[in-house]
């Protein structure tokens, strides 16, 4: 059983770049999740797929956007880069969204992508 | 968004005393909680979770209180042991996860 897989790991961008961050989902696994954390900050809820839809979405703005493959891998692609989108960006997958128990909430979690905005 | 709030961003306790982790929510319709815990350089991975439907559930020497009316859950490690030091996110789950911003945990031995 794999897990959570994350790229790239590190990567610097410019201000008005665009970047697009990969994630391939645990084994068994059809809900995927991308979080934003900031230094000193939980993560913070982007959005989530399920079934190649997004299936609800924190607080922002378009410029985020993201993917889900048919084997359940996503990614997550912002436009426009700001200095404020560096963070570490979290992709987790699930096992089923919505689901009505305990083992099917849980998040599993990758490392992460530490996104540099110059 | 914060409907998730950890108050305490740290927290230093003596090895074999109890660590005791509050968290407060917001949001009436979250009906899952669940304590991550963080290591630097990794991703968070799951310590424990409560259903909205109890109040208290133990694995080992974690136990996680919730406290419905007060929208407040806490999480107990007894004993605390060095290897328990890392960042702790309290999460509540409906459709998504929401998370707190963390309490760092120190286990001094």
């Known amino acids: 059983e794999t897990g959570v897989t994350q790229s790239p790991t590190h990567l610097i961008k410019t201000r008005g770049q665009q970047v697009t961050l990969r994630c391939s989902s645990q084994?068994?696994?059809?809900?995927v999740s991308w979080y934003q954390q900031a230094l000193g900050q939980g993560p913070q809820f982007i959005f989530q797929?399920?079934?190649?839809?997004?299936?609800g979405r924190g607080n922002f703005p378009p410029r985020f956007s993201g993917l889900q493959f048919p084997n359940y891998s996503s990614e997550l692609n912002v436009n426009a880069l700001e200095l404020d989108d560096s963070a570490l960006y979290l992709c987790?997958?699930?096992?089923?969204?919505?689901?009505?128990?305990?083992?099917?909430?849980?998040?599993?979690f990758g490392e992460g992508s530490r996104l540099t905005v110059l | 968004d914060q409907q998730v709030k950890q108050n305490s961003p740290s927290l230093s306790v003596q090895e074999g005393r109890i660590s005791i982790l509050n968290c407060d929510y917001t949001?009436?319709?979250?009906?899952?909680f669940l304590w991550y815990k963080k290591y630097p350089a990794e991703g968070p991975t799951f310590l424990i979770s409560?259903?909205?439907?109890?109040d208290k559930n133990e694995d080992g020497r974690f136990t996680v209180f919730l406290n419905k009316s007060a929208k407040h859950l806490s999480l107990h490690i007894v004993p605390s042991q060095p290897g328990d030091s890392a960042v702790y996110f309290c999460?509540?789950?409906?459709?998504?996860?929401?998370f707190g911003a963390g309490t760092r945990l120190t286990v001094k031995p």
């Open positions: 987790a997958s699930s096992a089923l969204s919505g689901s009505r128990t305990a083992a099917g909430r849980e998040l599993f």
């Open positions: 084994s068994g696994h059809n809900t």
């Open positions: 797929y399920y079934r190649e839809e997004e299936n």
């Open positions: 949001n009436s319709m979250f009906d899952y």
């Open positions: 409560i259903s909205s439907i109890k």
């Open positions: 999460a509540a789950s409906n459709n998504d996860m929401r």
